[in-house]
């Protein structure tokens, strides 16, 4: 698959006008009454991450994180690199481009921009764009030791192979049972809104691209 079919699958448009985590519990099984995800408003903090894909010899694969367990938020688990939207960015785009650099040492201008996928809600209250795009080897990464504990891969292949986009649940402090996608890979257990945008990313290749 090539960076020009994957921007014309991310171009033929958002394929969900809401998506977030409450969004994937009640697809995955939740029957608890409540509202999908909750409307954009001056509760929901704006944030931008980087899907980065990574053009290997022998396929692409996606460039994730693994957080540091003493963040404030999603400590300890696998991300992509990304943060808050600030005041002097210009757009997610922007955004998701700077604190990639932040985060891991990746500058903007290695970072060839194919498109976005749908915006995702997720449950800490985060308004988050992912945007896709696509990067050409060699990498000269440099982690923040504050926020990467480490850096890693995953094929694409792997994503786009539905056997391997798992249903799990657990129990919040409220003994509601909630629902999300996992997809652990190897000794990395990526779960969440994470997994979630992975899901997002495999429906519209999937789609466009006959994957």
């Known amino acids: ?15 969900q006008a809401k998506r977030g985590d409450l969004d994937t519990s009640l697809a995955l099984g939740d029957t608890t009454p409540r509202p999908l995800t ?43 690199p990304g943060g808050r939207v600030e005041a002097g960015d210009a757009d997610p785009v922007a955004a ?12 903007p201008g290695a970072v060839n921009v194919l498109g976005r996928l749908d915006d995702f809600v997720t449950s800490t209250g985060f308004m988050v764009v992912p945007v896709v795009g696509l990067i050409q080897p060699p990498l000269t ?7 990467v504990a480490e850096i890693f891969e995953v094929p694409l292949a792997f994503v786009l192979d539905p056997s391997n986009h798992q249903r799990h649940s657990r129990i919040t402090q409220a003994g509601e049972t ?34």
């Not at 998701?96 to 500058?107: S, Y």
């Not at 990464?141 to 926020?147: G, K, M, S, Y």
């Open 1 to 15: 698959m090539t960076g020009s079919e994957i921007a014309g699958a991310l171009a033929a448009g958002l394929r």
């Open 38 to 80: 909750r409307s954009p408003g001056k509760d929901l903090i704006p944030a931008a991450v980087l899907v980065p894909l990574v053009q290997r010899d022998d396929g692409l694969t996606i460039l994730l994180t693994q957080r540091t367990a003493h963040l404030a938020n999603h400590a300890g688990q696998v991300s992509f």
């Open 96 to 107: 998701a481009l700077r604190e990639t650099e932040e985060e891991i040492g990746l500058h």
């Open 141 to 147: 990464l440099v982690p923040d030791p504050f926020e």
């Open 178 to 211: 909630r629902y999300y996608y996992a997809m652990p890979y190897n000794d990395h257990y990526i779960w969440g809104a994470t997994a979630s945008m992975l899901v997002n990313l495999y429906e519209v290749l999937a789609d466009r691209c006959g994957s």
